[in-house]
């Protein structure tokens, strides 16, 4: 863990890796183990981790979302906002689910469902500086884009 809060996500899998097969009921090492192989870019690995903690206990908190952003950043799109509309089901409170998905929606060009997502987000959090700087901003941009009629899809 303390790999990771250096960002030594590489080292912080391998350890990881290490204490979840030493001790597979910890869901919670599965689910940081997940996090570190994504961010070292092994979203094939973090992919089937993460699916593996969400099947022995699919009520972990931010399992769904983590395995969303696994699938995004693989590019995978469509897997990626299935979970997040999963984990929006299953933590209706987790806002960065609805933060995903909008992204999702966004780089595959549904424009209004990706402002319906940022206003669940914001309905969710309106004060931080996330909303304020990213996620507000994000979704006035969209807005003016589905008024301008311009959906096509964006990178990311």
Known sequence: ???????????????????????????QYGLEYGVALRESKQYDEAIAVFGEVAESNPKIKYVY???????????DLDKALR???????????????????????????????????????????????YSKETAQPKMAELKAKENAGDTAPTEG
């Open 65 to 75: 979302r983590e395995l969303a952003r696994a699938h995004k950043e693989a590019g």
């Open 83 to 129: 979970t997040y509309m999963k984990a929006q089901s299953a933590w209706a409170g987790d806002q960065d689910a609805f933060a995903g998905a909008a992204l999702v929606y966004e780089a595959q060009g549904q424009v209004g469902k990706a402002v319906d997502q940022w206003a669940k987000y914001i309905q969710q959090d309106c004060c931080s500086s």
């Open 1 to 27: 863990r303390a790999l990771a809060g250096t960002k030594d996500w590489a080292g912080a899998a391998e350890h990881l890796g290490k204490a979840w097969e030493l001790d597979k009921d910890e869901d």
